[in-house]
């Protein structure tokens, strides 16, 4: 199986600040990587795919980068609504996995 | 609009059985993959299979294989995930998710279903 790190496990940011998420494969996985956003008591929605790609819908302030082993989420400006976990998840093969998530907390 | 409509939370104890489900609308049911992806309390998400309800193929993640069963009724457009025998360890959100497009990326969500197994 694909091994899913992400770092930090959270974060502590105030509205405005420039958040960077980082998420590592265990081996390369091209550019198959989504981001997804979660928040308390609702079902995980998909901001991200193919590492940079933006789903319809998400603010621009969202981007994503990397291929191979590493990639990135960007938050550029954090507004009041982003504050939730954010997970990866590697498409390049089954079994499909999901890193540990990052909780971005206010400060 | 498309959507993955869940059926409600479930209290059951060890050994029992369960079947849990969830309704597409929407969209052209058979020619979607529909996965199931567990979420213990206070974890991350772990993904545990898919099914294509077009001809039933499905795949199972290691972890879950023998575990749970993944089947899909077309004729209602209706995926389901069932146990024969709960575990205390059962007990998590389980949520469906739709692939998006002909990639492994999911969406939309299904709005989960909490399952609670304890004596």
């Known amino acids: 199986d694909i091994q899913m790190t992400q770092s930090p496990s959270s974060v502590s940011a105030s509205v405005g600040d420039r958040v960077t998420i980082t998420c590592r494969a265990s081996?390369?996985?091209?550019?198959?990587l989504a981001w997804y956003q979660q928040k308390p008591g609702k079902a995980p929605k998909l901001l991200i795919y193919a590492s940079s790609s933006l789903q319809s819908g998400v603010p621009s302030r969202f981007s994503g980068s990397g291929s191979g082993t590493d990639f990135t989420l960007t938050i550029s400006s954090l507004q009041p609504e982003d504050f939730a976990t954010y997970y990866c998840q590697q498409a390049s093969s089954y079994p499909l996995t999901f890193g540990g998530g990052t909780k971005v907390e206010i400060k | 609009e498309v959507q993955l409509v869940q059926s409600g939370a479930e209290v059951k104890k060890p050994g029992e059985s369960l079947k849990i489900s969830c309704k597409g609308s929407?969209?052209?049911?058979?020619?979607?993959?529909i996965a199931w992806v567990r979420q213990m309390p206070g974890k991350g998400l772990e993904w545990m299979g898919i099914i294509y309800p077009g001809d039933s193929d499905t795949r199972y993640s290691p972890t879950f294989q023998g575990q749970v069963t993944i089947s899909a009724d077309k004729s209602i457009s209706t995926a389901y995930l069932q146990w024969s025998s709960l575990k205390a360890s059962d007990t998590a959100m389980y949520y469906c998710a739709r692939r998006f497009s002909s990639t492994e990326y999911f969406d939309p969500w299904g709005q989960g279903t909490l399952v609670t197994v304890s004596s």
């Open positions: 929407g969209y052209s049911f058979t020619n979607y993959w």
């Open positions: 081996q390369g996985i091209s550019s198959w």
